[in-house]
């Protein structure tokens, strides 16, 4: 029962924003509209006649097209043969990969959308693979766009970029519909506004006609508190972890840190910048290839892919959790863990987390994104770790979503015994509401950022121009 | 002059023994780049050699046998990608209920039409068709070039279903299909449709195998006679890495290193002649381990999809 009574109106050049909480019923939605989940009740109109997306394929030949949430890309493949994938403009024999090229390349350069055919898509960054994703989807010329979540991946400047984008797209006569979680990008792109809640439709407006606030409301049914940034006295503590010269491949070089315990270090930079290698040298999940690292044996990690690394999708919320704690005797009488007691405990972690699900039995994969996140936080905050690794712990989540994970760091290292966390994130607003020292990575460098220099505009310069302050 | 003639009777059989394997290979290679994996292909051989048999002796014509063993390695086949495909069951185990399936219910078939004590059957038989020119050539003509047709089959099939695989939208959609039927989906492509119809291509070409066992190597029927051959021809995919050209060159190695014993024996090696039986499967082994090492299989090969049924 993701979706009950949901109504959603799309008009030819409009770009049209779907808001809601996570596990509202976006992506079951707009899915709906790629003919990848079907209603059991319900029409689509397309120009007024209705029709039946049974497949991705009819939806495609009804000129509706997707950009994926969790990219639809071949990851084996290069760009170019995931751009021509399932066209047949070859009737199913010839594959023009040069006039594939030339096309893709034309389209490219016209609405501003580089990425590099020849590369295989695995070897790509997020932000690059997304733009993959939309090139493939307008090579159709879809007359209906639908982007879930695009703004997700990417950095500020990445952001705007598509922001535009979307706005050129709409004014060439598309229906764009677009999911997004932040509201000030919704409200800057957006000519009408969609918001569901709990899978019904509870307001539907013009952008002139809504605000801030009236969004929010809408969204969660109150408006959610704003985050106080913390201030941020220099820790007198001992370090929790210390790099000292950390080499990885190409992708990190030369690296010294050192975090204390009670601050948050906030690491920014683009996507693909050797936050991937750091993250995981930090958690202890990689050893580096030169440099040393001393940190706590068992530090949590909330990694940027839940799906991937975060969770055992087919594993139900309470096994998903047990993995943290089959260690603990508390959970163990002899060789068997007590599951009772765990799916007890499960129920009691949905509670406080605000995990919505329909119980700790559950599969993982039945959640929607930001329940999985909660639970990927859960699982890793249980048991006090002394250090916290978060690597984009809220991509993809709404307002409320992810307003709770940055409370959930906050409390963290506050109070008598505080931990340390390191929060890498291309969500430039996030690292600086929240870190007490930030620096960014460039091209696998770190480059602490002086504090007088800890601005949107400030850090946002260092990130793209290579750290020029730095040591 | 004795190691000459030697030497050709090798190659010769390198490429008779190779042929079958290479056929079954083939059409399994494209099969697990579309993301399935036939265990099941021993049932097709052994029914495509029982369909040959039948096909032959009730026409007179050993051509009709390999069209009849063709049908009935595709009907087995069939059976397998209805119940893989379709149903989503696990392709490990249909496969292998296939396979067991196939050799119960040629040996019945065969056993209540000839009986079974019967004397051995003889059939009309492949003859080697040599092709003008080529068959001339010196050394390897008459061993490469002087084979029953079926053979040019599988010359034919190789840089054929390369060209498929790599160079057509097909091609493109069946390997989608074996890396990532998620994503091929979403694209648009039928991944479910293609998978049944590589599967029922490798029924085929594995039923051609089976009637090439049956009418080019022996003239006979025998209950069991693919012998393996099907789950060879499987290691053979790895071998060849599933490009079509590598893995005609490995059925054809393959082919050579059972050539071998033979070989040896009329050189006069006087070893225990099970140890030549092994010495294919040494070779593979080592093959395995060192060349294949780096190769990576479909991503996709041997998962059920969809994932959550439906």
Redesign the interface.
């Known amino acids: 029962m993701a979706l009950d009574d949901a109504r959603l109106d799309a008009w030819a050049g409009e770009v049209h924003a779907v808001l809601g909480e996570n596990g509202a019923g976006k992506t079951t939605l707009l899915s709906a509209l790629?003919g990848?989940v079907h209603p059991d009740q319900g029409t689509l109109r397309i120009d007024g006649r209705e029709v039946r997306l049974t497949?991705?394929?009819r939806a495609?030949h009804e000129g509706i097209g997707?950009v994926?949430q969790h990219?639809?890309?071949?990851?084996?493949?290069t760009v170019l043969?995931?751009l021509?994938?399932?066209?047949?403009?070859?009737?199913?024999?010839?594959?023009d990969r040069p006039g594939l090229a030339r096309e893709a390349r034309e389209l490219g350069l016209r609405v501003g959308l580089d990425v590099p055919l020849d590369a295989p898509v695995g070897s790509l960054g997020v932000g690059e693979r997304q733009r993959v994703e939309i090139l493939?989807v307008l090579l159709r010329d879809p007359s209906v766009l639908v982007l879930d979540e695009p703004t997700a991946v990417l950095a500020p400047a990445e952001v705007d970029g598509l922001l535009e984008l979307i706005r050129r797209l709409a004014l060439e006569g598309r229906a764009v519909l677009l999911v997004a979680h932040k509201l000030d990008e919704v409200l800057a792109v957006a000519h009408r506004v969609t918001v569901l809640r709990r899978g019904r439709t509870v307001l539907e407006a013009p952008r002139e006609e809504v605000d801030e606030g009236i969004l929010a409301r809408a969204m969660v049914g109150a408006e959610p508190e704003p985050l106080a940034r913390r201030p941020g006295p220099p820790s007198d503590r001992p370090p929790v972890v210390r790099l000292r010269g950390v080499r990885v491949g190409q992708r990190l070089r030369g690296v010294d840190l050192e975090v204390r315990a009670g601050e948050i270090v906030g690491i920014a930079g683009v996507e693909g910048n050797g936050q991937r290698e750091l993250a995981r040298v930090l958690a202890g999940r990689r050893d580096p290839h030169e440099g040393s690292v001393h940190g706590p044996d068992d530090p949590a990690f909330i990694p940027q892919d839940r799906r991937r690394e975060g969770l055992v999708e087919g594993f139900s919320l309470t096994e998903n959790l047990a993995l943290g704690l089959h260690d603990d005797p508390t959970w163990r009488r002899g060789p068997w863990l007590r599951w009772s007691a765990l799916r007890a405990r499960t129920a009691d972690v949905m509670d406080t987390f605000g995990i919505r699900a329909q119980g700790p039995r559950a599969r993982a994969?039945s959640l929607s994104g930001g329940n999985q996140q909660r639970l990927v936080v859960a699982r890793e905050l249980q048991g006090r770790p002394r250090l916290i690794v978060a690597e984009n712990p809220t991509r993809g989540l709404d307002v409320a979503g992810a307003a709770f994970v940055h409370r959930t760091l906050l409390d963290r290292v506050a109070g008598d015994d505080p931990a340390a966390v390191v929060l890498l994130s291309t969500d430039l607003d996030e690292v600086l509401a929240l870190a007490d020292r930030v620096l960014v990575v460039v091209r696998g460098r770190l480059h602490p950022v002086p504090p007088e220099r800890q601005t949107r505009e400030g850090v946002g310069a260092l990130m793209l121009s290579g750290g020029g302050v730095g040591p | 002059m004795a190691d000459a003639a030697v030497l050709t009777a090798f190659l010769e059989a390198s490429v008779r023994l190779g042929v079958p394997l290479a056929l079954a290979a083939l059409g399994e290679t494209l099969s697990e780049r579309s993301g399935v994996i036939n265990i099941g292909l021993e049932g097709s051989i052994i029914a495509g050699a029982l369909g040959g048999a039948l096909g032959a002796l009730a026409t007179g014509s050993a051509g009709v046998g390999v069209v009849a063993g063709a049908a009935a390695g595709l009907a087995v086949a069939l059976v397998f990608a209805l119940f893989v495909v379709l149903l989503n069951t696990d392709q490990i185990i249909t496969g292998t209920a296939v396979t067991l399936a196939g050799l119960g219910f040629t040996a019945v078939v065969y056993q209540s039409r000839f009986g079974t004590t019967g004397t051995a059957l003889t059939l009309p038989t492949l003859d080697p068709w040599p092709v003008p020119l080529l068959a001339d050539l010196p050394g390897v003509g008459t061993a490469l070039f002087a084979q029953a047709p079926t053979t040019y089959l599988a010359y034919l099939l190789a840089p054929l279903l390369w060209w498929l695989l790599f160079?057509?939208?097909?091609?493109?959609?069946i390997?989608?299909a074996g890396?990532?039927p998620?994503?091929?989906?979403?694209?648009?492509?039928?991944v479910r449709t293609l998978r049944v119809v590589t599967c029922l291509a490798a029924g085929a070409l594995a039923g051609v195998a089976g009637a090439h066992l049956a009418l080019a190597h022996t003239g006979t029927f025998s209950e069991g006679m693919s012998a393996g051959k099907g789950f060879i021809a499987i290691a053979v995919v790895v071998l060849g890495r599933w490009n079509p050209l590598l893995v005609l060159m490995a059925a054809l190695f393959f082919g050579a290193a059972s050539a071998l014993q033979f070989a040896l024996q009329t050189l006069g090696f006087d070893v225990g002649y099970q140890l030549f039986l092994a010495f294919p499967y040494v070779l593979t082994l080592l093959a395995l381990a060192g060349w294949v090492g780096r190769a990576?299989a479909p991503?996709a090969l041997a998962l059920p999809w969809p994932r959550?049924g439906a």
């Not at chain 1, 021509?84 to 594959?95: I, V």
């Not at chain 2, 998620?182 to 039928?190: E, S, T």
């Open positions: 790629a990848l497949t991705p394929r495609w997707m994926h990219f639809a890309l071949v990851d084996a493949m043969d995931n021509a994938l399932g066209r047949r403009r070859g009737g199913g024999f010839r594959l493939k994969s | 160079r057509t939208e097909w091609g493109l959609e390997r989608a890396e990532d998620d994503a091929a989906a979403a694209a648009g492509v039928r990576r991503a959550d």
